[in-house]
């Protein structure tokens, strides 16, 4: 027996269960299974990995990507670099759980933005401060794109979302929404922007895959434009992940 899982809180909008489900059946793993652990805090990991022997390996999503550091027993050095872990690969030794932290974020963000990004943008306006924006600061970074945070409270280098001036919006060639805002259930909100500043030579990327069309790509498509949601790279992370928990690495 092989078990897998997520940990997070909330987990509703989480597909890996079906992804990982559908996979085990795809590939006639019959003794695989992936479950959903929604933690009310992270300090229950513990507990999870002994009432959980046969858990192998985990995937880490809000909001615990940063909290769950001080659990793991080694982090890979991109993970480190990053400030956030999104991928744990668990091993047993005389009965304790090592945990490895990985991200498989950062590289999925990467390969899922290369193949619709076109041209490199002078900066990009990075909506979110929490664990998901570090793994995507980090790529845009790599790539050589100034990153300007946008926040609900003051940042270094970047804006709150009530001073954000129209010409920084209109001025970035790329705009990455790393916020739970328009995720199921609430699909009815979107981060708080001048939406009328955005225009068809913008790009607007959404880490968010359930729904599809987040009322920040429906709105940033009213004004012409391109938008991609995090379908594609939720399926390369999950992808990476399971390399990982089968001794690979990202």
Known sequence: MRLFGIIGNPLGHSFSQQYFTEKFTRENLSDHSYRKFELPSVDQLPALLEREGYLCGFNVTIPFKVQVF?????????AEAIGAVNTVRVTREE??????????DAPAFRESLLQNLGRVPEYALVLGTGGASKSVTYILRELGITVVPVSRNPVAGGYVYNDLPRDVISGAG???????????????????IDYSALHEAQLL????????????????????????????????????????WNGGVS
């Not at 009965?95 to 498989?104: H, I, P, V």
């Not at 729904?211 to 012409?224: C, D, H, I, M, N």
Request: proline share 6%; charged share 20%.
């Open 70 to 78: 001080r659990y793991l027993d080694s982090i890979d050095p991109v």
């Open 95 to 104: 009965g304790r759980a090592l945990l490895q932290g990985f991200n498989t």
């Open 174 to 192: 790329l705009l990455v929404n790393t916020t739970p805002a328009g995720m199921a259930p609430d699909t009815d909100t979107s981060p708080a």
């Open 205 to 244: 990327f959404d880490l968010i895959y359930n729904p599809r069309v987040t009322k920040f790509l429906s709105r940033g498509a009213e004004r012409g434009c391109r938008t991609v949601n995090g379908e594609q790279m939720f399926q390369i992370q999950a992808e990476m992940a399971w390399k990982i």
